[in-house]
């Protein structure tokens, strides 16, 4: 069975930073593409961040770009979310989702995803 | 970037009503419209994709239809465990973006 668990969520302060850990299960890890989005209270789902099975593709949410940093380190089986520079507005669940290839490729869809970690930016 | 609406934003029904949600995109995304189910405090979880193609283990009272801009989610008779909130996102382009969802509630 897939399974998914988030971890490294918490209460930061507005500036802080903050690494969230996505361990996967289930499947052959290295093999690939995954995923982060979030839900900020009482809002919908925001796309954060992708990366390919072997991160040679990475990308980000403008409103993100060059405050986080997503990662994988395959041969732990974990995906990476290093949070830096973090805003009130960040504060939000946290979900890793995997692909359904190696690739970021157009028509993937992600599942499954994990239960998520809360992140709460807050002074 | 890709922007999705949905309506309605939310919506009452009953057990055993059929319900139909739409979903648009600022431009057309072919087929490439997945759908997920979310209930707080759960995982999301995939419903639909590729517009029309039912998920392994969905239920078949679930279908998509729709391309280009226009899509639309039937649950053909809403059961108990349906309520939630539904979401569509197109998987054309990056940034991947997610309509604003439509709350299916009692």
């Known amino acids: 069975e897939v399974q998914l668990l988030e971890s490294g969520g918490g209460l930061v302060q507005p500036g802080g930073s903050l690494r969230l850990s996505c361990a996967a299960s289930?499947?052959?890890?290295?093999?690939?593409?995954m995923t982060w989005v979030r839900q900020a209270p009482g809002k919908g789902l925001e796309w954060v961040s992708g990366i390919s099975s072997g991160a040679g593709s990475i990308y980000y949410a403008d409103s993100v770009k060059g405050r986080f940093t997503i990662s994988r380190e395959n041969s732990k089986n974990t995906l990476y979310l290093q949070m830096d520079s973090l805003r009130v507005e960040d504060t939000a669940v946290y979900y890793c989702?995997?692909?359904?290839?190696?690739?970021?490729?157009?028509?993937?869809?992600?599942?499954?995803w994990g239960q998520g970690t809360l992140v709460t930016v807050s002074s | 970037d890709f922007q999705m609406t949905q309506s309605p934003s939310s919506l009452s029904a009953s057990v055993g009503d059929r319900v139909t949600i739409t979903c648009r995109a600022s431009?057309?995304?072919?087929?490439?419209l997945n759908w997920y189910q979310h209930k707080p405090g759960k995982a999301p979880n995939l419903l639909i994709y590729a517009a029309s193609s039912l998920q392994s283990g969905v239920p078949s009272r679930f279908s998509g239809s729709g391309s280009g801009t226009d899509f639309t989610l039937t649950i053909s008779s809403l059961q108990p465990e349906d309520f939630a909130t539904y979401y569509c996102q197109q998987s054309y382009s990056t940034p991947r973006t997610f309509g604003p969802g439509t709350r299916v509630d009692i």
């Open positions: 431009q057309s995304i072919s087929t490439f």
């Open positions: 289930g499947f052959t890890f290295n093999t690939f593409a």
């Open positions: 989702a995997k692909g359904d290839s190696s690739t970021y490729r157009r028509g993937d869809r992600f599942d499954p």
